[in-house]
């Protein structure tokens, strides 16, 4: 769960720094977007970059699906009779939805591939105008897709908050001082992180990108 988790994070991270550069207009984010598909030239044939991180992306998400499948069916079988008093135990609402909001984070990303990347369910749909794309995506009238958009990336935060903790305990992080010290870092990771993913659409519909 924490190595196949630290690799989604890390594209995480490369990919909200990449949603930025749209602040440095159209012209420097279109160049960006089409960069990307020439990484590795010409060593690579163009595009192969791309469908080497997705494959890879694609292993780590399974991956990570297999270990949480794995540790719930351990954690049934270690105990088959249910309590019959179970005491109350503090948990935060993140680890107590941490599945279902795995679910909801995979459904998000398939259609946010739909829109951004095939452009299949997007108004624009131009691979030429990847900037127009994004605009068309999260303009005013389509609301919705922004409200989907900020609670899905809310629904992200708190997975990566108790993922990020439950990683550093994980890799070893086992001390008192050390725990409230993940708590904290965790914390801080995953709020800057949605709040990067969150400036592209808020300033597309606000007209601040358009």
Known sequence: MAVTGIILVLFLIAHMLGNLKIFTGETAFDHYAHWLRDIGTPLLPTTWFLWIQRAVLTLAVLGHIGAATVLAMRSRAARPVRYAHRRKIHVNYAARTMRWGG???LLFVIYHILDLTTGHLN??????????????????ERWYVTLFYTLALVTLGFHLRHGAFSAFRSLGQQTPKG?????????????????????????VITGLVS
């Open 103 to 105: 679910v909801i984070i």
């Open 179 to 203: 725990e409230q010290r993940a708590k904290i870092a965790a914390l801080v990771f995953a709020v800057a992180l949605v709040g990067g993913y969150l400036l592209v659409p808020f300033a």
């Open 123 to 140: 108004p624009q749909g131009d691979p030429a105008n990847p900037y127009g794309n994004v605009v068309a995506g999260f303009a005013p």
